[in-house]
């Protein structure tokens, strides 16, 4: 065997610390045994031939001293880790932290204090019921999970697209979670919620009904990660310098405003493109149009929350934005895509305990539970406890303690002394780290009234409202968006078996709004029950406008960030192609050129354009408006192509803007378009159509409840 040239001598990694980018060296990536590029295995050596097994003679049996091939298949073999119990299929990015303002008024965070300073994030948004492989798009929660690397350490801010959660206390959750996945004798439905073991659970826990409403909202069918909000859920609290707290709501809020898909269409883009949203995350970071929100406080004082209509502590309310305004305090941008799914997104282990000194806990009972669980979990699903030292988890500040050993140990720490207090060095001995009572995390220490100290297993009068905020929110929502929450619901319930089961959950809508109740009765055609007993009288409240999508105060009637599919075929003319194209980027858009076949067609002319996409694969639910610049002749003959009809057919019903070149009359025709506000020529009345849907044409394609 040739000897290795240029080898660099072995780095001294022993070390009491470890820091992300001592461990990055540890690994190997791109063969560090071999600075050449050489296949090795994984002690180094050298692999002469990667297609054959060694035999004995060209057909004989295969021998087992073929160390090159048991290290390979060994490894493949166990290549697969648990995949998370909820949350298991997710995508990430990571990004940065840019902060507006100090904050060191009400909070001593390190990444609060200098106006401009950056804190590297890595940022995974997840849906909750489905397996690692499900697809992008069902009705379902998105988790919104953000990793500071702080300069003091790593903070997780484990939220999700929706500010209120299923139930109260954690004791709950693990039913929760195994009524909503798939169900336990029959093993389906996978990622999706319209089944009755979930409707049986939720009917039977009035908690749950502010987040149905949530759940059954177009909030669960986003149109991408770039235009949902994310939510801390929990009040948390700010802690400053001089020891005061301040109690504390984080929003994250989207720079390209709110915008979700409409259910026909988040179900035909599963079957398009399972990874939809994937595929959009990495498609805005590879162009350079980088996702970026705002992160936003609601912040208040004791005093606030004695006032309060609702406890605080209570992850099922929400404060509205009309009540407490959301003050920005800084943007996170997401400008780089994961190297490696398994090693990132995979591995990165999130966990709401990760805190760092400056922000605090509350006494929320589901937060209190959260900070048990995902230590927890981690040691399943990676195995060890050290996955803390698995680059992406890994903090980028100095980690020193005496923690020791364990599976998978990387760390070569230096020295006898590995406990505390040690007096080695009066022998002159390295000694490690000492506790920092100045610096060091101390917990808030609690005002008496939030405990008397006595062990119950209880839960606060004060949590007991169940439908009030239920209420506010379907009543804040745009008429459009109270038609598709009563026809999700519709949906839903229509996949229920057991008719107690609907009968219960339509009791419980009673108490929400008698008539969103009577159009989902009259949508399974069943008889309205009476309301359930309500252990509080629901209120009316003021409605929050900052709860709706549509025509509420973060929609954006934007191009930017939005795609247009144009399609093209035979005949069609360049000059209008580019038109439309360079009309779309100028308004930061991004035009997706659509063809009945990928390599593309002769254009007027006789000269060929490639497609971005071919027809059947690439339908209009994956775009957000459509132009068709097509000849007659090809639109004629379009019109025979089932695809080229439910095109047009799709982003009509899905309410998109359609622009056409008079050519396209024969196909418009077929798909049944008729002529609104949204179906334009080329010119820039589509350009201001295509950032924005046309509400008013649903009743026209479309029996809502
Ligand atoms: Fe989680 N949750 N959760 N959760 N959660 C997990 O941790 C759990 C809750 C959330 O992208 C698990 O590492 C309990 C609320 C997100 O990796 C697990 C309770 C909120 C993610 C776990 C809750 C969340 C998780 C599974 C009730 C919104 C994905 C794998 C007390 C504020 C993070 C893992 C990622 C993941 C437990 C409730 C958000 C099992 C016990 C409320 C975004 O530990």
Known sequence: MATKKGTPPPKDYSSDRGNADELHQHVPTRGPHDPEGHLTTNQGIRVSDNQNQLKSGPRGAVLLEDFVLREKIFHFDHERIPERIVHARGSAAHGYFEL??????????????????????????????????????????????????????????????????????????PDLIHSVKMEADKGYPQAASAHDTFWDFISLMPESTHMVMWAMSDRTIPRSFATMEGFGVHTFRFVNAKGKSTFVKFHWKPKLGLQSTLWDEAV???????????????????????PEWELGVQTFDEEFAESFDFDVLDPTKIIPEEVIPVKMIGRMVLDRYPDNFFAETEQVA???????????????PLLQGRLFSYLDTQKSRLGSVNFHQIPINAAKCPVMNFQRDGMMQMLQPKGRANYEPNSLNEAGEITGPRECPETGFTTFEEA????????????????????????????????????????????????????????????????????????????????????????????????????????????????????????????????????????????????????????????????MLAADGQLAGTPSVTVDAIA?????????????????????????????????????????????????????????????????????????VRMLA
């Open 100 to 173: 507006y303002k100090s904050q060191a008024a009400i909070t001593k965070a390190d990444l609060f204090q200098r106006a401009g300073e950056r804190t590297p994030v890595f940022v995974r948004f997840s849906t909750v019921a489905g397996g690692a492989g499900s697809v992008d798009t069902p009705r379902d929660v998105r988790g919104f999970a953000v990793k500071f690397y702080t300069k003091e350490g790593n903070w997780d801010l484990v939220g999700n697209n929706i500010p209120v959660f299923f139930i109260q206390d954690a004791i709950k959750f």
């Open 350 to 364: 999130y966990c709401p305990a990760n805190i760092v000194p400056g922000v605090d806990f509350t006494n929320d």
């Open 628 to 700: 068709l610049v097509l000849a007659p002749a090809a639109a004629e003959m379009l019109a025979k192509d089932g695809a080229a009809v439910q095109f047009v057919m799709d982003a009509f019903g899905h309410l998109k803007a359609i622009g056409a070149t008079d050519g396209a009359k024969a196909l418009m025709d077929k798909a049944g378009v008729e002529k609104d506000k949204g179906v334009t020529g080329l010119g820039p009345d589509f350009i201001k159509a295509a950032g924005m849907r046309f509400w008013d044409r649903e009743p026209k």
């Open 448 to 607: 008496e009234r939030e405990s008397d100290g006595s062990k119950l297993r209880i839960r606060a009068e004060s949590f007991a409202d169940h439908y009030s905020q239920a209420r506010l929110f379907f009543r804040s929502l745009h008429e459009a968006e109270q038609a598709h929450l009563a026809s999700a619901l519709v949906f839903e319930l229509s996949k229920v078996g057991l008719a107690h089961i609907r009968n219960r959950v339509m009791s419980n809508l009673v108490n929400v709004d008698a008539s969103l109740a009577q159009r989902v009765a009259d949508g399974l055609a069943m008889p309205l029950p009476k309301a359930s007993p309500a252990a509080v009288k629901p209120r009316d409240l003021d409605p929050s406008p900052a709860l709706r999508i549509i025509e509420g105060p973060r929609q954006r009637k934007t191009l930017e960030g939005r795609c247009v599919g144009i399609l093209f075929a035979d005949g069609s003319d360049l000059a209008e192609i580019n038109a439309v194209k360079a009309a779309v980027e100028a308004a930061k858009g991004k035009p997706v050129l659509i063809s009945p076949k990928v390599g593309g067609a002769k254009l007027k002319g006789g000269k």
């Open 268 to 290: 035909k883009i599963a079957g398009a493109d399972p990874d939809f949203q994937r595929r959009d995350l990495f498609e805005r970071i590879d162009t350079g149009n980088f």
